[in-house]
C-alpha cells in the first residue's frame, strides 16, 4: 500500500510539473496554439515510443542479462558435475541392467549436432532404468552423498539458480535421496517396500542428472571446445573412458 502511495504522489507531482510548465509557456508567448500542437504531436509519438522503449529495447536488456546470467549458471553447473555429478554418472550405471541401450543413446561424439542432442534429451527426459536395488551399494551411496551435502545446500542458496529449473530440480532430486538414506539408521535388510520406494528416488536422480548433462555437453561443444575434448574422453557412456589423448 506504501509503494502504491508513491507511485500515486508521483504521478500527481509530474502530472503538476507538466501543467506549470505549459501554464508558464502560455504566460510568455500567450499562443495556445502551438501549445495544442505539440501536445498532440507528444501524444501521437507516445505509442511508438512505449513500443520500442518497453518492449523492444527492454526485451533485448532482458535477454542479454539473462544470457549472461546462464553463462555463469554453467559454470555452476560445471563445478556440479565435477565435484558430485560425474561420479554419480559413472557409478550408478554399472548397476543398471539396460546400461547397453543407455550408454548407445548418450555416447555424446565430436560429431553430434544439435539434432543428436535433441534425440537424444528426448532419450533422457523420457529414460526407463531397470534397476535392481539389490546391486547397488547403499551404504557407499549414502557416505558419497554425506560428504557433499554441505555443498549441495551451498548450491541451493544461489538465487540465480530459480533461473535454471531443470537444474534446480536435479539438485532438489539428490538432496531428496540423501535425505532418504540419511534417515535410515541402516541400510541393511531394509524390506522390499523401502528398496522399492529407495530405487524409484535413485532413478529420478539420475533422469534428472542424464538430462542436465546432456545439456551442460552442448553448451560446452557451442562455447568451450577444450573443456568439450575432455568431456569426450571422460565420459561413462563409452566403451573406455580416458582423459589419455589417443
Known amino acids: 500500500m ?3 502511495r508513491i507511485f500515486l504522489l508521483a504521478a500527481a507531482f509530474f502530472l503538476a510539473a507538466s501543467a506549470l510548465f505549459y501554464y508558464i509557456h502560455y504566460l510568455i508567448f500567450g499562443d495556445p496554439h502551438h501549445i495544442f500542437i505539440y501536445l498532440l504531436g507528444d501524444f501521437s509519438f507516445l505509442p511508438l515510443e512505449v513500443f520500442l522503449v518497453v518492449i523492444v529495447i527492454e526485451r533485448i536488456l532482458t535477454r542479454r542479462e539473462k544470457q549472461a546470467m ?5 559454470m555452476v553447473i560445471g563445478a556440479f558435475f565435477s565435484e558430485i555429478g560425474n ?6 550405471i554399472k548397476k543398471f541392467d539396460n546400461r547397453e541401450e543407455i550408454s548407445r543413446n548418450m555416447n555424446v561424439a565430436a560429431d553430434w549436432t544439435p ?3 535433441k534425440r537424444a534429451d528426448a532419450f533422457a527426459y523420457n529414460l526407463k532404468i531397470d534397476l535392481d536395488i539389490h546391486k547397488i551399494d547403499l551404504e557407499k551411496l549414502k557416505a558419497f552423498l554425506s560428504q ?7 548450491l541451493l542458496e544461489n538465487p540465480n539458480l530459480l533461473e535454471h ?5 536435479l539438485l532438489w532430486a539428490t538432496t531428496h535421496l540423501d535425505e532418504e538414506l540419511e534417515a535410515r539408521p541402516s541400510l541393511k535388510d531394509l524390506p522390499e517396500s523401502d528398496l522399492e520406494h529407495l530405487s524409484v528416488d535413485i532413478e529420478r536422480m539420475y533422469d534428472h542428472l542424464a538430462s542436465e548433462w546432456l545439456d551442460y555437453v552442448q553448451h560446452l561443444k557451442a ?3 577444450f573443456l568439450f575434448s575432455l568431456i569426450l574422453r571422460t565420459h561413462p ?4 573412458p580416458s582423459a589419455l589423448v589417443s
Open 237 to 240: 557412456f563409452q566403451e573406455k
Open 70 to 74: 546462464l553463462y555463469k549458471l554453467n
Open 115 to 117: 539434432r543428436d542432442f
Open 2 to 4: 506504501k509503494g502504491y
Open 148 to 154: 557433499k551435502r554441505m555443498y549441495l545446500l551451498t
Open 223 to 225: 562455447t568451450y571446445p
Open 165 to 169: 529449473d531443470r537444474f534446480t530440480d
Open 87 to 92: 561420479h554419480l554418472l559413472a557409478d550408478l
